[in-house]
């Protein structure tokens, strides 16, 4: 059973263009988490998604930052024109579905973007 | 915010065991306590989780007192391999929480 797959790995943007991250979720898992860390930070949750569905996006800068987890495909977390305080890695997690008594989420090995 | 209190940092000489404290005074009676952890640079990796009974895997051993207020993870055997930053979570489990780190317990295992 694949874990939580990522792509990039690592990502160059210039600022102002497009970072599109990708995240594939373990097989059978239907809830995707993604979180961010700054350098030298903690990690902080931006959104959670269930397929279709935006379940709690509180984390979510309100501009250029969007997510989504399509019925079919990875979940993609996208930042538009992005700038060099974006540069950070960024996780995904999943967990199952439905919820079970002790599941725990799975994290991928993250994204790295540099924003030059 | 995070429900947990953990010490910033932590150190352990190889070979022995490294007990690390959290406490979660204000846990409710459905959540559990998680722990994970991070190696430098890389996603954050499970650990093991309990309710309100110790609870022992191939990683470690968690205890959690009678009041369920606070927990500790025990790595009986530490290695080299075990410095990382150390994340105590306390949640409901299933999918419809999120997981919500604090600053975690920076442990450092030394030769």
């Known amino acids: 059973n694949a874990g939580v797959m990522q792509n990039p790995r690592h990502l160059v943007r210039r600022r102002g263009q497009e970072a599109r991250l990708r995240c594939s979720p373990m097989?059978?898992?239907?809830?995707v988490y993604w979180y961010r860390q700054l350098p030298e930070e903690g990690l902080k949750f931006m959104v959670y998604?269930?397929?279709?569905?935006?379940?709690?996006e509180s984390g979510m800068p309100k501009e250029r930052f969007s997510a989504e987890f399509p019925k079919e495909g990875p979940s993609i977390l996208r930042i538009q024109q992005v700038v060099r305080g974006d540069s950070a890695a960024y996780f995904c997690?999943?967990?199952?579905?439905?919820?079970?008594?002790?599941?725990?989420?799975?994290f991928g090995q993250g994204t790295r973007l540099t924003v030059v | 915010d995070a429900k947990t209190t953990q010490p910033p940092s932590m150190d352990c000489a190889e070979g022995r065991a490294a007990n690390l404290p959290c406490n979660h005074s204000?846990?409710?009676?459905?959540?559990?306590v998680y722990w994970y952890r991070q190696i430098h640079s890389q996603g954050p990796q499970y650990i093991i989780h309990?309710?309100?009974n110790n609870e022992t895997n191939e990683m470690a051993s968690l205890i959690i007192t009678e009041d369920r207020k606070s927990s500790t993870l025990i790595l009986p055997h530490a290695t080299l391999r075990d410095t990382a930053v150390y994340y105590c979570?306390?949640?409901?489990?299933?999918?419809?929480?999120?997981?919500?780190f604090g600053k975690g317990t920076k442990l450092t295992v030394n030769p």
């Open positions: 997690a999943s967990s199952p579905l439905p919820p079970l008594v002790g599941t725990e989420a799975f």
């Open positions: 097989k059978g898992h239907s809830h």
């Open positions: 998604l269930q397929k279709e569905n935006i379940i709690d």
């Open positions: 204000t846990i409710s009676g459905n959540e559990y």
């Open positions: 309990g309710l309100k």
């Open positions: 979570i306390v949640r409901v489990p299933g999918g419809s929480e999120k997981l919500v």
